[in-house]
C-alpha cells in the first residue's frame, strides 16, 4: 500500500424537517476533530498517513463527500468522530454512503457508541470504537494498513489510566474562517467526581478526574496563538476541579500567552475567591456554570448536590469583580415544573443578572442513569435519537405538554436576552452577542446548535435508502445503555473515596 488517507469527519444532525443542519458560519471549530486529527501519527509503519477533517455543520455544498468514494490509489479510513446521540443517524447515513461507494474500512466513534449499546448494527462492514481514541486510535489506524478493521474497538475498557501528553495542531486559517470567531476548543482535563443523574459526561470520561502534562496544554496554547486563534474553550466540564489547574494558570500568567479563554466551573468554585481572581489574571473571559434549577429539592433528586442556589449570587460577584462574565446554564423541564414555575425561574436569575444565561430542556439522554429509570417507567415518548439533542421534549412530563415545553425554551432566550439588552451596560462584545443570542432563538433555532444562517443542502430522504440496505432499519432503535467493564467500573471506584468527600462538603 502507498498511502493511508484518513477522512474524520464531525457528523451534523437531521433537523425536524429532516435537512441536514449546516449553517454559513459555524460557532466554534468541533474540539474531537482537531483532538483526534492530532494523535494521528504523519506514518504508520512506512505507510505515509494523510488526514482531511470534515466538521459538516460549516460545509456548504457537498463536494467533501468525493472523499468518502474509493480511491484506487489510496486506502480509505473513514471515522465518524465525537458523534453524539442526536447525530447518530448522519453517522450511520455517512458510513452507510461510503460502503456503497467502495470504502472498506468505516468507524464510528464519540460519546454515542461509547455509552449505548449499538450491538443491533454492528458486523454489517462498519466499526464501532467504544473508548477514548487514546487507547484505541493507534490500532484502528494500523488495522486498516493491514487491510482489515474489526467490528468493535474497545469493549474491555473505555477510558485511559494515564493520558498521554498529546499537543493539539489548531485549524488552518481556511478551516478558522468557517467559524464566527478563530475559537479553538482545548480538553486539558476529564472526568468528574459528582454522579449526576442526567449526566452522560461521567459516563464519556468517567469520575475518575485525568489529565495530561501542563506542557502539552501550554504548548497547544502556543501554537494556537502562532495560528491565529483568538479565544480558547477549555472544553473540561469541570476546570476548578482539574489538580494541576494553578499551576497552569501561574504558567499561562507568567508565559504571558496573551489568549483569551472560556471554562467551565461546577458551582462549588463560589467557595473558592482565589481561584476565580487567578482565573481573572490569566485572561478567563466567561466561566460557564451549571446552576439547572433554583429548588435545592430538586437538585437533590437529580444527584447534583453539590449546586446551593444561595450561593449562586457569590459566583456572580466574585466573576463580575475579576473581569469574568459569569454564564450560568439552566435546565427547564424537570418534572416539578410547570409554566409558573419557568417564569418564576426566570425572575430569580434575572435578579440574579448573571451576563450570559443557556437553557436546555431536561432530556434523558441514552446512557445516563436518568435515561435508564424513565426507560424502565415507561416515561419516554420520542423514538428518533435526532430529537435527544435537549431542544425537544422527549418524555411525558407531568404538567408540560410537548408545545408548551419547547415554546417555553425559546421564551427563556427571548425575554433573558430581552432583560439584559433593557439593563444596558453591555461591552460592545457583549452587545453582540446578546442581540445575536435574542435573534436566533427568536427563529426557534437553538443559540449553541451550531452556527448561524441555516442551509438547506440535503435531507435524510436522500439517504433512506443506503440506511436500509446497510443497517436494515429505518430509525435506529432507542438503545439500552452500555454496562461499564469491570475495569472502568473499578477506575471509577477509584473516584468514589473523592467523591464521597466532594459531596460532603457540598452538602454543607
Ligand atoms: C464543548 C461541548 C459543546 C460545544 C461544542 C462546540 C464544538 N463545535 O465542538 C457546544 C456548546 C456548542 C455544545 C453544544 C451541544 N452539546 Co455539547 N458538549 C461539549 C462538551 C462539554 C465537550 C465536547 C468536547 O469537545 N470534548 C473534547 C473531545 C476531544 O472529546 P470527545 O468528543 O468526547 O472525544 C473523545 C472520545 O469521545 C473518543 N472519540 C470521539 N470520537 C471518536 C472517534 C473514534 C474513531 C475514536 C476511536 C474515538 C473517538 O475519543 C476522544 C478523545 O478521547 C461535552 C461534554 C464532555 N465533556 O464530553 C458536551 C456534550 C458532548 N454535549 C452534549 C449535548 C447534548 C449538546 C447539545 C445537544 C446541547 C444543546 N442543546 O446545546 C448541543 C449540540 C450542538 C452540536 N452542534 O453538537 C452532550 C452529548 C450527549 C450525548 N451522549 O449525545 C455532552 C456529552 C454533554 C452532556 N450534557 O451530556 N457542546
Ligand atoms: S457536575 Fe454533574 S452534570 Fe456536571 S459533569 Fe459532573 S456529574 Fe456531570
Known amino acids: 500500500m502507498t498511502k493511508l488517507r484518513v477522512v474524520l469527519i464531525k457528523p451534523s444532525k437531521y433537523a425536524i424537517d429532516g435537512s441536514v443542519e ?43 463527500l468525493r472523499l468518502l468514494h474509493h480511491d484506487p490509489d489510496v486506502t480509505t479510513l473513514i471515522a465518524l468522530v465525537g458523534v453524539q446521540s442526536h447525530q447518530f443517524h448522519r453517522a450511520l447515513d455517512l ?18 457508541p461509547m455509552t449505548c449499546d449499538t450491538t443491533s448494527l454492528q458486523g454489517r462492514g462498519v466499526s464501532f470504537a467504544l473508548a477514548e481514541a487514546e487507547l484505541i486510535w493507534r490500532e484502528i489506524l494500523e488495522d486498516a494498513v493491514a487491510g482489515e478493521l474489526r467490528p468493535v474497538y474497545g469493549a474491555e475498557r473505555r477510558w485511559a489510566e494515564q ?22 476548543g482545548l480538553y486539558p482535563v476529564r472526568g468528574c467526581p459528582y454522579k449526576c443523574n442526567y449526566c452522560s459526561v461521567i459516563k464519556i470520561s468517567g469520575r475518575q478526574v485525568r489529565s495530561p502534562d501542563i506542557e502539552s496544554t501550554l504548548e497547544s496554547l502556543r501554537r494556537a496563538k502562532r495560528a491565529g486563534v483568538k479565544l480558547i474553550m477549555f472544553v ?14 501561574h504558567a499561562i500568567i507568567d508565559e504571558d500567552i496573551g489568549l483569551r479563554f472560556f471554562c467551565q466551573c461546577d458551582a462549588q468554585i463560589a467557595k473558592d475567591p482565589e481561584l476565580i481572581a487567578l482565573l481573572g489574571r490569566a485572561n478567563c473571559v466567561e466561566m460557564f456554570v451549571g446552576i439547572e434549577s433554583f429548588n435545592r429539592e ?32 439552566n435546565i427547564i423541564g424537570f418534572d416539578e415544573d410547570n409554566e409558573d414555575e419557568i417564569h418564576h425561574h426566570l425572575g430569580v436569575l434575572k435578579s440574579l443578572h448573571p451576563r450570559v444565561a443557556s437553557f436546555y430542556i431536561l432530556t ?33 412530563h407531568s404538567n408540560l405538554a410537548r408545545e408548551r415545553l419547547e415554546k417555553m425554551l425559546y421564551h427563556c432566550y427571548v425575554d433573558y436576552y430581552g432583560f439584559l439588552l433593557k439593563a444596558g451596560g453591555l461591552s460592545d462584545e457583549e452587545l453582540r452577542l446578546v442581540v445575536y443570542y435574542r435573534y436566533i432563538a427568536a427563529q426557534r433555532i437553538h443559540p449553541m446548535s451550531g452556527g448561524v444562517d441555516r442551509l438547506r443542502v440535503d435531507s435524510a430522504a436522500d439517504y433512506s435508502d443506503l440506511r436500509r440496505t446497510v443497517y436494515d432499519i429505518d430509525i435506529a432503535p432507542l438503545p439500552d445503555s452500555l454496562r461499564l467493564s469491570s475495569h472502568d467500573e473499578t477506575l471509577n471506584r477509584q473516584a468514589d473515596w473523592r467523591s464521597k468527600r466532594h459531596i460532603e462538603l457540598a452538602s454543607i
Not at 449546516?22 to 504523519?42: C, D, Q, V
Not at 458510513?95 to 454515542?112: D, N, Q
Not at 493520558?163 to 479553538?184: K, Q
Request: charged share 20%; net charge neutral.
Open 364 to 396: 434523558p439522554i441514552p446512557g445516563t442513569e436518568q435515561y435508564d429509570d424513565f426507560r424502565k417507567k415507561g416515561l419516554i415518548t420520542e423514538k428518533n435519537l435526532d430529537r435527544f439533542d435537549a431542544t425537544h421534549s422527549t418524555w411525558s
Open 298 to 329: 430538586v437538585l437533590k433528586a437529580a444527584g447534583k448536590h453539590h449546586n446551593h442556589p444561595k450561593l449562586y449570587a457569590e459566583i456572580i460577584r466574585l466573576c463580575n469583580e475579576a473581569g469574568i462574565r459569569p454564564h450560568f446554564s
Open 163 to 184: 493520558l498521554p501528553s498529546v499537543v493539539i495542531n489548531p485549524p488552518s486559517s481556511t478551516d478558522l474562517a468557517r467559524y464566527g470567531a478563530p475559537i479553538l
Open 95 to 112: 458510513t452507510a454512503y461510503a460502503l456503497h461507494h467502495g470504502v472498506r474500512h468505516c468507524i464510528i466513534g464519540g460519546p454515542h
Open 22 to 64: 449546516r449553517f454559513k458560519k459555524g460557532y466554534m471549530p468541533n474540539a474531537t476533530l482537531w483532538h483526534i486529527a492530532s494523535l494521528t501519527p504523519e506514518r504508520i509503519g512506512d505507510v505515509p498517513v494523510t488526514v482531511h477533517t470534515v466538521d459538516e455543520y460549516v460545509w456548504q455544498d457537498l463536494d467533501y
Open 236 to 249: 473540561s466540564d469541570n476546570f476548578n476541579k482539574f489538580p494541576g489547574v494553578r499551576e497552569l494558570l
